[in-house]
């Protein structure tokens, strides 16, 4: 019995190991084509940061550019509810992520936390919405997070029920995934 249970804990750890290499990439990953301007529309995430701000979060404009170097920086501009005075404001974040030798992967070290960010273009047509997938390693644990892209505010059922079903497949649980609220602030042209 303790031998069959043993063998059984093995396997699942197995499949966590090889669930974190079986995210897939864009095929024929072209940087060049996810520059631009995106809508952060989705966004999945089993840390414990998003459970405690779930609550609150908006969409956000993310602008991606490429470096000289070749890699991409990615510039996230979103609502951040103040208490008391102040109120609402636009925060803007700046993060570089470094590509790796395959191409649509990425890997960002955050300077904030010390996390390590294992980012994947899990897939995307360029023009309408790009799929992203993160695994992160930091010290207290292992996360993952999904994120889902638009061109535009709205995106069809279709590729939301996608979003919603790779988060799935992530490992992620209806309460760990959220279709963003839509909102008018910070969306101003940040590019």
Partial sequence: MQATLLSALGLALLGALHAQDS????PDF???KLTGRW??????SNSNWFKEKRHLMKMCTTIISTT???NLEVTSTYPKYGHGRGGDQCVTRNSLYTKMEQPGRFSYTSPRWGSKHDIRVVETNYEEYALVATQISKSTGPSTMVLLYSR???LSPERLERFTQFSREQ????DEILILPQTDKCM???A
Avoid: F, H, N
């Fill in 171 to 174: 490992g992620l649980t209806d």
């Fill in 23 to 26: 995210i897939p990439i864009q």
């Fill in 39 to 44: 809508y952060s529309i989705g966004l999945a």
């Fill in 68 to 70: 000289a170097d070749g």
């Fill in 188 to 190: 101003a042209d940040a």
């Fill in 30 to 32: 072209q940087q060049d």
């Fill in 152 to 154: 535009t505010k709205e």
